[in-house]
């Protein structure tokens, strides 16, 4: 996967995962906001909403879509790729299906559930989903770099 997978999406699944980490981590973080006073705790909590909130979704998504647009512009056909991508792809796809039914983004277009059952496990599920597809990314990278001679 090191030599099918270019530097620029590496770079870009390393960002998405940071910024899905911080997303994931959000309520904590809101503790240590709220912990500062006056317009600190203004500027640092418009920048959470605008920043984190939607940053890791719009780094997910440009990821699954340069993946897609990877793939589909390579002459081999889809089980010839190296697993990794394959999973990156297929777990990109499930992160696209999942995102109008979990993400406030869509929370006017698209019904959202009405079950709390139901929106755990799509949570759940997208959450997994982008691990998978960041995970495949890096991690053949970082194995074939710590295995080559140097």
Known sequence: MSDQVPRGVLALSIAAGVCWIVRLL???IWEIVESLGGVE???VGLFMVVGIDHS???LVTVLVFR???MVLRDDRPFGRLERGVQVA???GLAFLISTPFTSS???FVVPQPDS???TVI???GRNASVALLIGSVILPRITSELSSPS
Do not use: C, D, S
């Open 26 to 28: 959000r309520r904590q």
């Open 41 to 43: 705790r203004l500027i």
């Open 56 to 58: 890791g979704e719009v």
């Open 67 to 69: 993946l897609l647009w």
């Open 89 to 91: 792809v297929l777990a």
């Open 105 to 107: 983004l869509f929370y």
């Open 116 to 118: 709390r059952t139901i």
């Open 122 to 124: 799509l949570h759940a």
